[in-house]
């Protein structure tokens, strides 16, 4: 019997599925044009249509401020704002494809099933914090933390015993079933033996809840040297800690009615902040802010303020949740005068995105503790992204290094790029040109050459461009799967496959997703908690595909061979839409917009000559 996860259920699905009547169906304007279909896109607003959907490819692309693309299922994924398994499951209702998942009690989902049991889970736990003997070390770890009991009950925080099986026994006596506990991520099923175990033991429990307050997983902070420190629910229905944002039922009220959210990293953080009053505050459990969770607090307000940890790895996360931010909220045009008088319309971000700058070596528990004031202050003093990001690279550079100076330009000038006001252009234009020792004029005409932020945290964060080339007909893409199967099989391999970005994966959205998952993951374990799962099935076909043996030196050639091949085939797409954006504007656009257009054009060429040109090289260094 096929499940909601099986890799011939997602083939079924996209069979019986038509990309133009997916988007038609959310984009009411979507019109015929040749042989392909336009409108304005759905994602950011525009006057001119630039959104194209591509029905011998089953794709979608945007030629606008988006610069995105994919098939069916990312369109789902990222006009619902979700993940795979649930787009899944509204395109198999739409298309007629039944989806069985374990059984439930009539009446009851799946769903809603995992989540009563997480509550009941919940319960538990917290009755064994406050009541328990074995939990007064958590207590006392929540007290040295400055929490008290009001907090504690307000977040419903709990307690799992040293035991391997205390919740197991618990859940079992209230008529629960072994297999469902797995499926519900409480308990871990042996390998070898049989039977199950509880998965957090000795740990402070954190129960994580959506929007309407149903527990959907939990975090877990080891209370001894266990390692990890802090662990999650595995991806189960109904959890992906990718789509979720604890605290944000305790938060959105005020998040409405302050019209702004503020972001941490910890649990402790965002309960810390709500015990002093902060109660706009939600954390984004541990990991690199994601579009999913930008999404949540998009439907609140347009109003971000990012307070992460101020080390190295804290101003990396704050870089890529700006980069997510940016190209999550909606875009609004406004009109903008030019030197000749006239006015020009504008894209720019309909929100407001700005970053806390905190104490070196605090975390934003520790500010509040000790001085709530100050964090009002810090709060009242939030860079916007631009400068944040300015000062943060330049703080960097230094003037006698090329190469110091080299990457401040491929790092800011996109930014600079995406500033619409002219004179807040020219300022930062001119700050870069004396920072680095260039002329204006010079990074000037480069600017204008750039259609796409090329910066690794753009190509990191954003939806994908679409690469498919395969008949619709054809639902599989070997060669991106002997790729994940090469760098998730062969963990050694990861230091090659620095050529490979979540572009080269998005014609399927199951194979961009696993590539997505892997880039997170340290090993397979770890990446196989991290998937939805309706996934799991798709991971394990991928690497149960017989493969020919390759080992040492013949690993690494044939990933860097999949790594060109990925590239040649993204680029020649890229190319055969411009030949369609060209062939629009022609008719129908500005000279401006022509020669932009024109100039991608060149360099996607370039770019393909550089791929053709390293697969003759590599032909001639292969031996004989």
Same mark, same amino acid.
């Given at each position: ?13 996209k069979q019986?599925?038509? $990309? ?5 169906s ?8 040749g042989?392909?279909y336009?409108a304005?896109?759905? /994602? ?13 490819r089953?794709s979608?692309h945007? =030629?606008g401020a988006?610069?995105?693309?994919g098939?069916? /299922?990312?369109f789902?994924?990222?006009?619902e704002?979700?993940? /795979? ?17 374990r059984s439930a009690?009539?009446g009851?989902t ?7 049991m997480?509550?009941?889970?919940a ?5 064994l914090l406050?009541r328990?003997?074995?939990?007064? @070390?958590?207590?006392a ?5 400055g929490?008290?009991? @009001?907090?504690i009950?307000? =977040? ?11 919740l ?6 209230r008529?629960?079933r072994?297999?469902?506990?797995a499926a !519900?991520g ?7 033996r ?10 402070l429990?954190?129960?994580i ?5 149903s ?5 877990a902070r080891?209370?001894d040297d ?13 959890f992906d ?11 959105k009220s ?5 019209d702004?959210a503020?972001?941490?990293e ?13 109660s ?10 994601? #579009?999913? &969770? ?5 439907k609140?307000?347009k ?13 990396m ?15 609004? $045009?406004i009109p903008l ?11 720019v ?14 975390d934003?528990d ?13 709060l009242?003093q939030?860079?916007?992204v ?12 230094d ?5 110091d @100076?080299?990457?401040a330009v491929?790092?800011?000038?996109p930014?600079i790029?995406g500033?619409?006001h002219?004179?807040? &252009? ?5 700050? *870069?040109?004396r920072v ?10 480069a600017?204008?050459?750039l ?5 690794d945290?753009?190509?990191e964060?954003?939806?994908s461009?679409?690469?498919r080339?395969?008949s ?17 099989s062969h963990?050694?391999?990861? +230091?090659?496959a620095?050529?490979?970005? !979540?572009d080269?994966?998005?014609g ?13 993951s340290?090993?397979?374990e +770890? ?7 309706a996934?799991?099935?798709h991971?394990?076909a ?10 040492g030196?013949e *690993? ?10 990925l590239? #040649?085939r993204?680029?020649r #797409? ?9 062939s629009?504007? #022609?008719s129908?656009g +500005?000279s401006a ?6 100039q991608?054009?060149?360099k ?6 550089e ?6 090289q590599s ?6």
């Amino acid at each position: 019997m096929r499940t909601a996860g099986s890799v011939d259920t997602i083939d079924e699905v996209k069979q019986r599925i038509d $990309v133009v009547e997916v988007v038609g169906s959310y984009v009411p304007d979507l019109k015929k044009a040749g042989r392909n279909y336009k409108a304005r896109c759905p /994602f950011h607003q525009e006057k001119t249509p630039s959104f194209y959907v591509f029905p011998d490819r089953q794709s979608w692309h945007c =030629f606008g401020a988006c610069s995105t693309g994919g098939d069916a /299922f990312s369109f789902v994924m990222k006009k619902e704002g979700i993940g /795979f398994g649930e787009a899944l499951r509204i395109l198999a209702d739409r298309a007629g494809v039944p989806l069985t998942f374990r059984s439930a009690h009539e009446g009851e989902t799946e769903a809603d099933k995992l989540k009563g049991m997480n509550e009941a889970a919940a319960e538990y736990y917290h009755h064994l914090l406050r009541r328990s003997a074995a939990g007064e @070390k958590a207590r006392a770890y929540l007290a040295g933390r400055g929490i008290p009991d @009001k907090t504690i009950a307000q =977040f419903q925080l709990g307690y799992s015993p040293d035991s391997w099986d205390s919740l197991r026994q618990e859940m079992l006596r209230r008529g629960y079933r072994e297999t469902e506990l797995a499926a !519900a991520g409480l308990l871990i099923e042996k390998e070898h033996r049989g039977g199950t175990y509880d998965r957090f033991r000795n740990r402070l429990i954190f129960p994580i809840r959506d929007v309407n307050g149903s527990v959907l997983g939990f975090g877990a902070r080891a209370l001894d040297d266990s390692l990890p420190k802090y662990l999650n629910s595995p991806q189960t229905l109904v959890f992906d800690k990718s789509s979720v944002l604890y605290g944000i039922e305790q938060a959105k009220s005020a998040v409405r009615k302050q019209d702004s959210a503020v972001i941490v990293e910890g649990y402790v953080d965002a309960i810390v902040a709500h015990q002093y009053g902060f109660s706009n505050v939600v954390a984004s459990l541990g990991t690199a802010l994601t #579009e999913r &969770q930008v999404g949540l607090i998009k439907k609140l307000t347009k109003n971000l303020v990012l307070a992460l940890d101020a080390d190295a790895a804290g101003e990396m996360a704050t870089l890529r949740g700006i980069e997510v931010a940016s190209h999550t909220f909606d875009q609004r $045009v406004i009109p903008l005068p030019t030197p000749a008088g006239l006015v020009k319309y504008e894209d720019v971000l309909d929100a407001e995105i700005r970053v806390m700058v905190l104490p070196a070596g605090k975390d934003p528990d520790e500010v509040i503790r000790e001085d709530p004031g100050e964090w009002q202050r810090l709060l009242g003093q939030a860079s916007p992204v631009v400068d944040y990001t300015f000062e943060l690279v330049i703080s960097r550079v230094d003037p006698k290094r090329m190469q110091d @100076k080299s990457s401040a330009v491929d790092r800011l000038l996109p930014l600079i790029a995406g500033i619409k006001h002219p004179v807040r &252009q020219a300022h930062y234009l001119q700050k *870069l040109a004396r920072v680095v020792g260039l002329d204006e004029r010079a990074l000037a005409a480069a600017m204008k050459q750039l259609r796409l932020p090329p910066t690794d945290l753009r190509r990191e964060a954003a939806p994908s461009r679409p690469s498919r080339l395969v008949s619709p007909l054809s639902q599989s893409d070997p060669l991106a799967e002997y790729c994940l199967f090469l760098i998730i099989s062969h963990p050694d391999l990861s +230091s090659h496959a620095s050529g490979l970005s !979540a572009d080269l994966f998005a014609g399927h959205s199951e194979n961009r997703e696993l590539f997505l998952a892997w880039q997170q993951s340290h090993d397979l374990e +770890s990446m196989r908690q991290q998937l939805d799962v309706a996934l799991l099935e798709h991971l394990d076909a991928i690497l149960a595909k017989p493969v020919p043996p390759l080992c040492g030196q013949e *690993l690494e050639r044939a990933l860097a061979e999949c790594v060109r091949r990925l590239r #040649e085939r993204w680029l020649r #797409e890229m190319k055969t839409r411009e030949k369609i954006l060209l062939s629009e504007t #022609e008719s129908e656009g +500005s000279s401006a917009d022509l020669e932009e257009i024109q100039q991608s054009a060149v360099k996607l060429n370039t770019e393909l000559g550089e791929v053709f040109l390293y697969a003759k090289q590599s032909k001639g260094q292969r031996p004989g």
